[in-house]
């Protein structure tokens, strides 16, 4: 445990960073995990660290808009961090598209990536299929998670109980007449995901179009790709050959998207 002398101080950490800027974002990440709103005896909890390290880190944050203390005296994610997340998601987007286009060239369908922002899926990248008949998702579209197979796909993992929370906020309204919307149904189709290792949209968000996806694996914010196309092209048998393609090339866009880079 840390001192609090030291923890005072901008030294260097055991990665050799400065010891404070890794604190501060370590508790911004535990307040996103903790729904976004959190006390300071709850950040001294999970992060190990003393209440006057704390309060001194949250002051700061507090002071460059990072973070807003509540009129309950809790602390709650700040408005500048949207500005900051919008950025990174579309950076996010153009670090993935060379790995949509490669999914593009191998299975001939249009690729597509998608983040889990809030209640909805978000598509922050698309690489269109080169068929004359092809789908097309623009890029910022949002729709709700029960529909889709990227929704499926980022749900997987979820608890039982948080997946049903969403969809009594979201509702499930049927986009098709193919879509799920009872919420015993969509978890029966997660469990599917799970078993399986990859999600179908299967005439759910479109009729005569379905969709394969895979969750992007240790990703820095749950991401998915997929591939969608007309149903006549995209049949069992084609799952068959697009889903190892899918698989693949998700790992490598995990593998791309976790590498820092050179240091300085």
Not at 23 to 36: I, Q, V, W, Y
Not at 151 to 160: E, I, S, Y
Not at 164 to 191: D, N, S, V
Not at 209 to 220: E, G, Y
Request: charged letters at 20%; proline letters at 6%; a negative charge.
């Amino acid at each position: 445990m840390p001192t609090s002398r030291a923890s005072t101080n901008d030294s260097k950490s055991a990665t050799g960073g400065v010891q404070s800027l890794e604190r501060a974002f370590d508790l911004l990440e535990r307040m996103a995990d903790a729904g976004g709103e959190v006390g300071l005896s709850e950040l001294s909890a999970s992060s190990g660290l003393p209440l006057p390290t704390i309060h001194r880190l949250m002051r700061t944050l507090v002071a460059c808009g990072y973070v807003r203390q509540q009129p309950n005296r809790r602390y709650a994610l700040g408005p500048r961090l949207i500005r900051l997340g919008e950025s990174a998601s579309r950076l996010l987007g153009t670090w993935a598209r060379p790995y949509l286009a490669q999914l593009v060239e191998e299975t001939g369908e249009t690729a597509n990536m998608a983040l889990l922002d809030g209640d909805e899926i978000v598509y922050v990248a698309q690489v269109p299929s080169k068929h004359s008949m092809r789908m097309f998702t623009e890029v910022g579209r949002r729709v709700l998670p029960h529909s889709t197979g990227v929704g499926k796909a980022l749900l997987a993992g979820t608890p039982d109980d948080e997946v049903r929370a969403l969809l009594a906020r979201t509702g499930m309204p049927a986009a098709t007449e193919k879509t799920i919307t009872t919420p015993e149904g969509f978890l029966a189709a997660l469990a599917d995901v799970r078993r399986l290792g990859y999600a179908v949209d299967d005439n759910e968000q479109e009729i005569g179009v379905r969709c394969l996806a895979v969750s992007v694996p240790d990703a820095p914010t749950a991401a998915a790709i997929s591939i969608s196309g007309p149903a006549g092209r995209v049949t069992e048998d084609a799952t068959d050959r697009i889903v190892p393609v899918l698989r693949q090339v998700a790992a490598e866009l995990s593998e791309a998207l976790a590498s820092s880079g050179p240091t300085a």
